[in-house]
């Protein structure tokens, strides 16, 4: 009698004869009477050995032509082989071959150009390199919640659908809405300002859209981000949660994605820093003077690009936080820092490795007049953002957050090349299918 077991599962059952049900990766022969059959099943990969002698001939046959990725139900009994992935192998004593392939898989060993590998992601998923990503993205986004649950946040979500602006008018996806025109969701900040005046502390994880014409490894048009927002809190207090959280995500994805940073080959004594706190705080000013006589130089008051993002982080081996930015180059709702007004009370969380930045956040401003000017300014219609301004009518207070964008940290983490190998399904500019 077998036992059914995931793969993960198998080092738990040596010696017992389990069923496996999952997609034959690879398949290699040795003369007609021994198949080498590597299975997968989403949990992990293990060899089954399928030997003339345990098997009938109509199986160890059927065992030697299954074409790759067919889905198949495997016997056997578990065995002790540390030269094996996960320390085991299974001695097959049964093959059924529940639905085989009906054609040659279009991404076999052979190098693919990242093209034919986008155009194909729907199949590049069941690749180890896909397959060890997206487990780290949702150990990421566990660890991520984990740490927010347990520090008192509430989980509210956001709408996808919203009437205005938050991000910039420039960056607006349109959709026709019963005859009315409404926005994909930039970020959920707005609202999560609103629940926090109802909760305390709150956050929201969900898609956001960006319409950036931008063709850069750091930039998607659509993406997850984490949007933590606390009422009663400072700038101080939202840096002090961004390096808390990635310091907690770092730690967990070296504890419980071992495997799977092995598998991509990423050298763990890099992340290793992340885990200690505090981060290097370094300020726009500092930052400006830090660039000054090199060639990402800047003037002050222009916004950060990548070149400047890796120039600064390029000294530590830790996430570093950039703060006090410039008012100009940033939302209209950012509280104005009151010893210098023409500084905002922001920050920027930029990633080591040149992954740029992955957190923007600070203080919001509570101030009714300032934010009602800051809007004229702006040319944005003060009626889609009523509501956002009852908010300061009606018990305004200091509040702070962030905004974390996902694929980023899952980049940043995997040490992937490109932003677009950290989404399942990746939507750019040239992008949206599959």
């Not at 089954?48 to 065992?63: H, Q, S």
């Amino acid at each position: 009698m077998s036992t059914r077991v995931r793969i993960s599962e198998l080092p738990h059952h040596v010696g017992e004869v389990v069923q496996l049900l999952g997609w034959v990766r690879f398949r290699r022969s040795s003369g007609t009477k021994l198949h080498f059959l590597q299975l997968r099943d989403g949990s992990g990969f293990v060899q089954a050995v399928v030997k003339k002698g345990n098997v009938p001939e109509e199986v160890l046959d059927a065992a030697g032509k299954v074409p790759l990725e067919s889905a198949v139900s495997i016997t056997g009994t578990v065995r002790e082989d540390a030269r094996q992935v996960g320390g085991v192998e299974v001695t097959v004593d049964g093959v059924d071959v529940l639905a085989p392939c009906v054609d040659d898989f279009p991404i076999g060993k052979k190098e693919h150009g990242v093209g034919f590998l986008m155009d194909n992601r729907h199949l590049w998923l069941r690749s180890s390199r896909p397959w060890a990503t997206l487990r780290i993205r949702a150990e990421i986004i566990r660890a991520c919640r984990e740490h927010l649950d347990e520090q008192g946040f509430v989980c509210v979500d956001a709408p996808i659908f919203n009437s205005a602006a938050a991000e910039g008018t420039a960056t607006l996806f349109p959709v026709e809405y019963f005859g009315d025109t409404v926005y994909l969701s930039q970020t959920g900040q707005l609202h999560m300002e609103a629940a926090a005046q109802a909760l305390g502390k709150v956050y929201c994880f969900g898609p956001t859209f960006r319409a950036e014409k931008s063709k850069t490894r750091r930039h998607l048009t659509e993406f997850w981000m984490l949007e933590p927002e606390m009422a009663f809190a400072d700038l101080d207090d939202s840096m002090a949660l961004m390096e808390s959280m990635i310091a907690h995500v770092v730690a967990r994805v070296l504890e419980n994605r071992k495997s799977e940073l092995e598998l991509l080959e990423r050298d763990v004594s890099k992340l290793e820093p992340a885990t200690r706190l505090p981060y290097p705080r370094v300020s726009y000013d500092d930052a400006v003077k830090q660039l000054e006589g090199t060639e990402h130089a800047i003037e002050w008051g222009d916004d950060f690009g990548a070149p400047q993002e890796d120039a600064v982080s390029s000294g530590h081996d830790q996430p570093v936080l950039i703060h006090r930015f410039p008012m100009q180059i940033k939302a209209f709702y950012m509280q104005a820092d009151p010893e210098r007004p023409e500084l905002a009370l922001g920050c920027d969380l930029i990633a080591p490795e040149g992954y740029g930045e992955i957190i923007g956040g600070g203080e919001r401003s509570p101030d009714l007049e300032y934010l009602i000017r800051k809007i004229e300014e702006e040319g944005l219609p003060q009626e889609a953002y009523e509501w956002y301004l009852d908010l300061r009518r009606y018990g305004a207070c200091q509040s702070a957050g962030f905004g974390m964008g996902l694929e980023r940290v899952v980049a940043w983490l995997s040490g992937i090349p490109h932003i677009r190998e950290g989404a399942p399904f990746a939507r750019t500019m040239a992008r949206t299918a599959p």
